[in-house]
């Protein structure tokens, strides 16, 4: 749980600095950007989780790739959704249809 904490937190601090609208706004950069802060921060969660409960340092080093092999698979199906919910125009407001009625 320590792991997954500290990779929230710096995937949010990576977010932040780039900026959220950078983040969602422009299309090359949003899928390049989020796909690898996802990829890293899961991979510091692996290392910090692998380093708890494995001792030899080639585990923990596989242990971690493979959580970064999940931040990628997860941080391409987020933008799946992100895409999906800005076409449906679905806002924190509230759902807004697109057909306008």
């Given at each position: 749980m320590i792991g997954f904490a500290v990779a929230s937190i710096a995937f949010d601090i990576l977010t932040r600095i780039v900026g959220y609208r950078n983040c969602?706004?422009?299309?090359?950069?949003?899928?390049?950007?989020?796909?690898?802060?996802?990829?890293?921060?899961a991979g510091l969660a692996g290392s910090i989780i692998g380093s708890f409960f494995m001792s030899p340092k080639p585990l923990i080093t596989v242990f971690a790739g493979l959580h970064a092999v999940g931040g990628f698979i997860g941080g391409i199906i987020g933008l799946i959704l992100i895409g999906a919910l800005k076409t449906r125009i679905v806002t924190s407001k509230g759902f807004q249809s697109s057909a306008g009625a």
């Open positions: 969602l706004d422009k299309p090359l950069s949003a899928v390049v950007g989020l796909t690898s802060f996802s990829t890293i921060c």
